[in-house]
Structures are given as C-alpha cells and as structure tokens.
C-alpha cells in the first residue's frame, strides 16, 4: 500500500467518477493528493458509495492526506495556480493526472453545433495541454523528472458513429501524449495515456440504466461487462509508480477487448 509513498499528485476533474477513484487509490497508496475541479462536491446519480462526501473528506476519513484547489481547466491561468499551490501546499510536484472532460454524442457529424465542438476542445483538447505544459515547467524547474498520465479513451484511437466531436478532441489527446513523450523523455519526464471504454461513472448511468443500450454494448465486449471506477484507477496506480518505469508514451487500451473487434461470440 506504499507504492506512491510521499509523492505528490494532482488528479483535475477528481469531484467524481475516474477522478475520484484515482485520487482515492493514490492516497490509499501514500500519496498527497491534490484533488482538482471545478466544483468540490461529488456529481450525485453515479456509482460511488460515498457520494455524500467530497473526495478530499472521504480521502481524510480513510486515513489518506489531500486538499481541494478548484480550477476551469480551460484557462491556464487557473492551470498555473493549481500547480503553484500544489507547489506551496506539499513542497513540489511528482505526478498530474489530467483526467477533466467532457462527453457529447447522439448526433451525425453535420448535425454537430459549434458549441458541441468548442465543448469538447476546450476542455479535452485544452484543458489536457495547460494541464500537461503547466507541469512540465514545474519539473523542469524541479530538476528530477516526473510524471504525465492523460485519461484519453477508446475514442482516441478509433472512430465511432455520432460522436465525431469528442473522437477528434480525444485524438488530439492521444498525439500530445505522443509528442510529449518524444521531448521530455531525456528530461525523466514520462507521459502516457490510459484508454478506457465506457465505464459506470455518473456521467455514463443513463446509459447504463438504458438496458437496450446495456445490451448493445455488453454484446461486443468479450469480457461482457462494463468497466469500473476501479479498473482505470488501478491502471493509473501502476504507470504512476515505479512498477512501470520503462512504459512510456505508451495508449493503454483498458476495454474489456472492445477494440479487438466488433462481433459477439
């Protein structure tokens, strides 16, 4: 339970859902969380057990040590601050997880309106690049590396019908990943990308609570089952830690085998 001992994180969009849990399990691993968004209180209709309490709260009650720094990932100036009273709080910064965003789907690509695209690419697109150079300039200044995890998905790597304004911002997610990797790898600094299907957080239950929707997609999952919080945040732990020191620049499919076809058996 040691694994992230005396490090210190910055989760964005950590109120709810992959945030949550993530900054949940790097507590219980012994880091000091920075739990980062644009509203402390939890969404309410998703899956957590605890949603009555703020993550930082149910961090603290499990033992864990965090603090709550609100920021708009879409303004770098909100960005810069979170990184400067990270700096001022805990000491310095080792690991950013630039997990914020956000889902629009359900029409055709010419039935997408500009604020559709402008939503997906402020806050996918945007908030991941301030979120990624703004630490990067604290590593830098740090002088001993550090560590970049991106929550990108599925979307990024594939197309998919009616939702072509969030596949092209997660896409864009997926080649800063890339690129980032290429520059900063000499400078200790690691960067991937975790890449998850749909999983039952509260910004996916009415899909999940739609059991025709339920059944098309279970049907071309071979493990037949959605994901959960606990699958993405497990997979962060690993590349945060040092268990996965030579992985980098890597998009980490994490689909119950989604994206090796499209067929159930």
């Known amino acids: 339970m040691d694994r992230l001992k005396g490090r210190v994180a910055i989760v964005t969009g950590a109120s709810s859902g992959f945030g949550r849990g993530i900054a949940m399990s790097y507590a219980a691993e012994g880091a000091k969380v920075v739990v980062s968004d644009i509203h402390e209180e939890?969404?309410?209709?998703?899956?957590?057990?605890?949603?009555?309490?703020?993550?930082?709260?149910?961090?603290?009650?499990?033992?864990?040590?965090?603090?709550?720094?609100?920021?708009?990932?879409?303004?770098?100036?909100?960005?810069?601050?979170?990184?400067?009273e990270t700096v001022r709080v805990y000491g310095g910064l080792d690991v950013i997880v630039n997990n914020a965003g956000i889902y629009r789907a359900g029409?055709?690509?010419?039935e997408f309106g500009i604020e559709d695209l402008d939503a997906c690419f402020d806050v996918n697109v945007r908030g991941t690049?301030?979120?990624?150079?703004?630490a990067i300039k604290q590593f830098l200044k740090q002088g001993r590396g550090g560590?970049?995890?991106?929550?990108?998905?599925?979307?990024?790597?594939?197309?998919?019908?009616?939702?072509?304004?969030?596949?092209?911002?997660?896409?864009a997610a997926a080649n800063l990943t890339r690129c980032l990797a290429i520059e900063y790898g000499h400078e200790k600094i690691r960067v991937n990308g975790i890449c998850p299907?749909?999983?039952?957080?509260?910004?996916?239950?009415?899909?999940?609570?739609?059991?025709?929707?339920?059944?098309?997609?279970?049907?071309?999952?071979?493990?037949?089952?959605?994901g959960e919080v606990e699958d993405i945040a497990n997979l962060a732990i690993f590349l945060a830690s040092d268990e996965s020191s030579y992985i980098h620049g890597d998009l980490i499919r994490i689909d119950g085998g989604e994206t090796l076809c499209r067929f159930s058996v």
């Open 42 to 84: 939890p969404n309410q209709g998703g899956f957590e057990g605890d949603a009555k309490l703020t993550t930082v709260a149910a961090i603290r009650e499990a033992g864990g040590e965090a603090t709550y720094v609100s920021c708009n990932v879409t303004k770098q100036s909100e960005v810069a601050n979170l990184i400067q």
């Open 107 to 110: 029409k055709l690509a010419h």
């Open 129 to 134: 690049w301030f979120g990624c150079q703004e």
């Open 147 to 171: 560590n970049i995890v991106n929550i990108v998905s599925t979307a990024g790597l594939q197309g998919h019908p009616k939702q072509s304004v969030y596949n092209i911002s997660k896409g």
């Open 197 to 226: 299907t749909y999983a039952k957080t509260s910004l996916t239950r009415a899909l999940f609570d739609d059991k025709d929707f339920d059944k098309a997609f279970t049907d071309v999952i071979p493990l037949k089952r959605w």
